[in-house]
């Protein structure tokens, strides 16, 4: 591992995540644990070496853990796990850069949007568990005192599910698609599922 020999705390933690990929791996890793062909299918553009490379580092950083039964899965360490919020607030930040990539964004990368525009005054009187379906991914979405949790992983008793793919459901959060009409299935409470799609700013376009 490369370093740039300072003893700044800034510098250290550059150590750590500053490589290309590295940081993008935490991302995909902040709501629950993957394996290495689901790491591969979110990171488009990272090659298995350079993949296998970066997990090695983070991992002789500290930073995720390995899980050996069973298929092989990657986790954040709880030391890596407190690294959720500094991407947050990273992603609010670079939301403004006037760079806009026209490549996919993966189904973590998405909901991690929605956590870091989550408008804590839209859910206000709001206490609810919705179960997200996109695709053969399964997440639970848990709005309660004005806060969001997305882990991955079905919830046991949703208040609402909402069915379809991670395109459309960016597109209706972030873009100009409007609900009625859209590929979307909503179940259980649909006025609470309603209101999931509106609990998010939209990233300023200047």
């Known amino acids: 591992m490369r370093s740039y020999e300072d003893p700044c705390g800034i510098a250290?933690?550059?150590?750590?995540?500053?490589?290309?990929?590295?940081?993008l791996i935490v991302r995909?890793?902040?709501?629950g644990p993957k394996r290495f062909t689901d790491l591969k299918a979110g990171l488009v553009g990272a090659s298995p070496n350079v993949l296998s490379q970066r997990l090695r580092e983070l991992e002789s950083g500290g930073v995720i853990r390995r899980q050996?039964?069973?298929?092989?899965?990657?986790?954040?360490?709880?030391?890596?796990?407190?690294?959720?919020p500094l991407l947050l607030q990273l992603g609010r930040w670079g939301?403004?850069?006037?760079?806009?990539?026209?490549?996919?964004?993966?189904?973590?990368?998405l909901l991690v949007a929605l956590e870091?525009?989550?408008?804590?005054e839209r859910a206000a009187g709001l206490s609810a568990t919705y179960e997200l379906r996109l695709g053969e991914e399964?997440?639970?979405?848990?709005?309660?005192?004005?806060?969001?949790?997305?882990?991955?992983?079905a919830p046991?008793?949703?208040?609402?599910?909402?069915?379809?793919?991670a395109a459309t459901l960016r597109a209706l959060v972030f873009g100009d698609l409007a609900l009625d009409g859209a590929p979307v299935e909503l179940q259980g409470d649909k006025r609470v599922a309603r209101a999931f799609f509106r609990l998010f700013s939209r990233p300023p376009m200047d």
């Not at 250290?12 to 940081?23: C, K």
């Not at 995909?28 to 709501?31: A, F, I, K, N, T």
């Not at 870091?116 to 804590?120: D, G, I, Q």
């Not at 046991?156 to 793919?165: F, G, H, L, N, S």
């Open 68 to 84: 050996k039964v069973g298929a092989p899965t990657y986790e954040l360490t709880d030391w890596g796990r407190e690294l959720h």
């Open 12 to 23: 250290r933690a550059l150590d750590l995540i500053g490589e290309r990929w590295a940081l």
């Open 116 to 120: 870091a525009t989550f408008v804590v």
């Open 28 to 31: 995909e890793l902040v709501l």
């Open 95 to 109: 939301a403004r850069s006037s760079l806009r990539p026209k490549g996919p964004m993966s189904v973590d990368a």
């Open 156 to 165: 046991r008793k949703p208040d609402a599910v909402i069915t379809t793919d």
């Open 138 to 153: 399964r997440f639970s979405a848990e709005v309660d005192a004005g806060a969001l949790a997305i882990i991955r992983g």
